[in-house]
């Protein structure tokens, strides 16, 4: 059985790619990292999606802030709240945490040679997406090829991967995959600002986003029919 | 001035590349990472460093002992004690620490970001060396093009680039080097197993592998000389 390392963070597109690693039959640890990010609180939401989706194995990361520090994510400013959809991923956004997904797929790299897995997933999205450098084919590209360098794994011939397989996908269409993989969207969560009891603020980049993705899959955002 | 980020481990390799950054001019912020191991002793060798040669800015980044574990180095099970320096690099030894280079430098990456340094220094050395993958020149360019597409600054047309000074360089070519630069060796440690008080082992890959070095280099060892 493949073992797999899912990066899972709370978010819609991580709880998507967690259950397209179940369906393909692999054996899932999920990981979540903690670097005092201002929504801290998907920590809780990427419980909630594991548990719902019987991943026993999730580990919770703790990263040092201090070298992730600089990002309206982690402490440096407010939250850019756009006034138009159409103006995100035009630019690198302030929210963007400094080599974040590089500092999660180390860890990660790390954590699947001492388990013995030999994929990591990551929901990295390069279609309806913030615009972070981290985010796109030619980081995941590159990542890949250092994981094929970097351990012993790779070495002796086992190279761990790099798995993104929502990289070219619409919004719409992760939804409506994972909807019909019987993802609970309601447990995600996806805002960068969120207000008292994680009520999502509806004017951030991510929850912009979230929202114009369910509108084209014509599929109504659980997370939204209950706080109304 | 160039800012870097300079890797400290307070082992010899990392306090020779120190000399070197500062006397090429460069603004250097030293950082070492504190990750459980065995040889946590280092640490206070590499502030010794830090401090002999006027760098004040010097960080210790915490890292998550989970997903490091599994090594001889980080308590899963005895450092090896080679009877036969020959024997050494001829495979991968059980000190090798997953992915560790590619957390060091995945963290120094952020960091260097966070400080605008436009350069990362690592010690890795690919001559006298224990046969770590992530010590060999391939790892090296393949961090170095990761980062040229993993950060903001890179998409900005600034990226952060990875020099490793003593890559080709035999352990006696770098304590040479260092000794004319006025490395004080006798505050570095390099013993991957001490005893009591710091005591280097003498036994292990890292013993073996500096004594080689100052015996072909012609010069004594200061810290040996402390003990006898």
Redesign the interface.
């Known amino acids: 059985m493949t073992k797999a390392i899912v990066l899972v963070s709370g978010g819609l597109d991580s709880a998507t790619i967690l259950a397209m690693a179940l369906r393909d039959g692999l054996a899932c640890t999920a990981v979540s990292f903690d670097y005092d990010q201002r929504h801290r609180g998907e920590l809780a939401s990427a419980t909630a999606v594991c548990r719902s989706m019987g991943v026993n194995d999730h ?1 919770i ?4 802030p ?5 990002s309206a994510l982690t402490g440096g400013g407010d939250v850019p709240h756009p006034v138009d959809v159409d103006q995100i991923g035009g630019g ?1 956004p302030d929210t ?8 999660f ?7 699947a ?2 388990l013995g897995a030999s994929e990591l997933h990551i929901g990295a999205n390069a279609v309806d997406y913030s615009g972070y ?2 985010c ?1 084919p ?2 995941i590209s ?2 890949d ?8 794994a ?3 011939g086992n190279p761990i991967r790099v798995k993104a397989p929502l990289l070219y996908m619409s919004k719409a269409e992760i939804i409506t995959t994972g909807s019909q993989l019987g993802v609970d969207y309601g447990l995600t969560c996806s805002c960068y600002d969120p207000g008292e009891g994680s009520q999502p603020c509806g004017q951030c980049d991510a929850c912009f986003l979230r929202a114009a993705g369910f509108a084209q899959a014509g599929v109504p955002d659980p997370l939204l029919e209950a706080s109304t």
């Open positions: 580990r990361v703790r990263i040092d201090g070298p992730l520090s600089g690198i963007y945490v400094p080599a974040r997904n590089t500092v797929l180390a860890l990660s790299l790390a954590m040679e001492g450098p981290d796109r030619e980081f590159a990542f090829s250092l994981a094929q360098v970097a351990t012993k790779g070495v002796e």
